[in-house]
C-alpha cells in the first residue's frame, strides 16, 4: 500500500526557534493535512490544504503556523516561534480526490519536543 | 459542537478472546464515522467507516463496528483478538467542515494477554 513519508521522526528544538516539519504526500493525492496529537490528549485537526491554499484551519492554527507545498512532492508545516506547548506528535495526512473523505492516508509522525 | 468520546482508556484482553471498544459521539446530522488504527511507530491505519446505508459495517483485519443512531455510538468489534491487534484504536467523526477535517477520541489502548 501507498505510504505518506514524514521527517524527520523525531526532532528537538528551543523555545523560540522556527521549525520545518516534512511530509511526502501519496504520488497522486491532492488533499493535504496535518494533525497534532498532544502526549495523553486527543489527535486534533490543525489544517487543511487543497490546489495550493488553505481550505480550513482549526483555532489551534494561529498566526505561528504556516503550510506550504513548495514543490510537486512535499508538503511541509512550519512552525515560527515554537513554544513549549508545541510538543505533540504531527501527522501529515493525504488523500485521494476520488475518495474525498473515505481514506486519509497517514504517515507515522513527527515527535516534536520543545526545550 | 462535535465531539467524540472513548470511555475505555485501557483494554486488556486474552489471545482469543471477544473485543468490543465503544466510541459515543455527538453531531448533529448524519455522521460520518472512522475507526483507525495506530501501532507502535506507525501512522493511523483506517480500519472501517461508516458513511450511509448498512448499519453493521466490516473492516479490514476482521473488524466490524455498529452504528446505533438512538445510542449515538459505532463500537467496534472483534470475534476473536489476535496478539497482532494490541495498538491504540481511535474513533473519529468528520468534523462537518471541509474534507478531512475528522475529530477524534481520545484511544483506547488494546493489550492482549497470551
Known amino acids: 500500500e501507498p505510504e505518506v513519508t514524514q521527517t524527520p521522526s523525531h526532532q528537538v528544538t528551543q523555545m523560540g526557534q522556527e521549525v520545518i516539519l516534512r511530509c511526502v504526500p501519496i504520488?497522486?493525492?491532492?488533499?493535504f493535512y496535518w494533525y497534532r496529537q498532544i502526549l495523553g490528549q486527543k489527535v486534533e485537526f490543525l489544517v487543511s490544504?487543497?490546489?495550493?491554499?488553505?481550505?480550513?484551519k482549526s483555532e489551534i492554527f494561529d498566526d505561528q503556523f504556516s503550510v506550504e507545498r513548495p514543490d510537486g512532492s512535499n508538503f511541509t508545516l512550519k512552525i515560527r516561534s515554537t513554544k513549549l506547548e508545541d510538543s505533540a506528535m504531527y501527522f501529515c495526512?493525504?488523500?485521494?480526490?476520488?475518495?474525498?473523505?473515505?481514506?486519509?492516508?497517514f504517515g507515522s509522525g513527527t515527535q516534536l519536543s520543545v526545550l | 459542537a462535535q465531539s467524540v468520546t472513548q470511555p475505555d482508556i485501557h483494554i486488556t484482553v486474552s489471545e482469543g478472546a471477544s473485543l468490543e471498544l465503544r466510541c459515543n459521539y455527538s453531531?448533529?446530522?448524519?455522521?460520518?464515522l472512522f475507526w483507525y488504527v495506530q501501532s507502535p511507530g506507525q501512522g493511523l491505519q483506517l480500519l472501517l467507516k461508516?458513511?450511509?446505508?448498512?448499519?453493521l459495517v466490516q473492516g479490514i483485519k476482521g473488524f466490524e463496528a455498529e452504528f446505533k443512531r438512538s445510542q449515538s455510538s459505532f463500537n467496534l468489534r472483534k470475534p476473536s483478538v489476535h496478539w497482532s491487534d494490541a495498538a491504540e484504536y481511535f474513533c473519529?467523526?468528520?468534523?462537518?467542515?471541509?474534507?478531512?477535517?475528522?475529530?477524534f477520541g481520545k484511544g483506547t489502548k488494546l493489550s492482549v494477554k497470551p
Open positions: 495526512a493525504s488523500s485521494d480526490p476520488g475518495q474525498g473523505n473515505e481514506k486519509l492516508f
Open positions: 504520488s497522486n493525492h491532492l488533499y
Open positions: 490544504f487543497y490546489n495550493n491554499e488553505i481550505s480550513e
Open positions: 453531531y448533529g446530522a448524519t455522521p460520518y
Open positions: 461508516y458513511f450511509s446505508g448498512d448499519t
Open positions: 473519529a467523526v468528520e468534523g462537518g467542515g471541509s474534507q478531512g477535517n475528522l475529530i
